[in-house]
């Protein structure tokens, strides 16, 4: 079953995917349990790290997927104007195995 996001004014597709199905919020708990004085900013740090993490070969084409669905989403520059409903799509449902192709022997 799908969910759906409202924007905020100067969201971005890529971050919205991001905050959605990426694993941050995990990283963000386990560190915050580790280091209760954490601030916000230290949190928000720790997911801007996290964006270049191998976790993120998991969520190969899934900013595509949710653009394919939205495709209303081209109209609107990088960042997107305030009150956008975004169909999102469950995790399992969005994580598919890539076919690869293999070019040499």
């Known amino acids: ?13 890529d971050q919205i ?11 963000q708990q386990t560190a915050l349990a ?10 928000n740090q720790i ?6 993490n ?3 070969l998991e969520l190969k084409g899934i900013t595509e997927k949710v653009l394919n669905e939205n ?9 997107l104007p305030a009150g956008i409903k975004i169909k999102l799509f ?4 969005a994580v598919q195995e890539q076919n690869m192709i293999q070019l040499w022997d």
């Open 17 to 27: 995917c991001w905050n959605h199905y990426g694993q941050h919020k995990q990283y």
């Open 34 to 43: 580790v280091d209760p004085s954490l601030t916000q900013a230290d949190l």
């Open 47 to 52: 997911s801007h790290n996290l964006l270049f």
């Open 54 to 56: 191998q976790d993120l």
């Open 71 to 79: 495709r209303e989403l081209v109209n609107y520059g990088v960042r």
């Open 90 to 93: 469950d995790q399992e449902e």
């Open 1 to 13: 079953m799908p969910t759906y996001y409202m924007t905020v004014e100067g969201d971005i597709l």
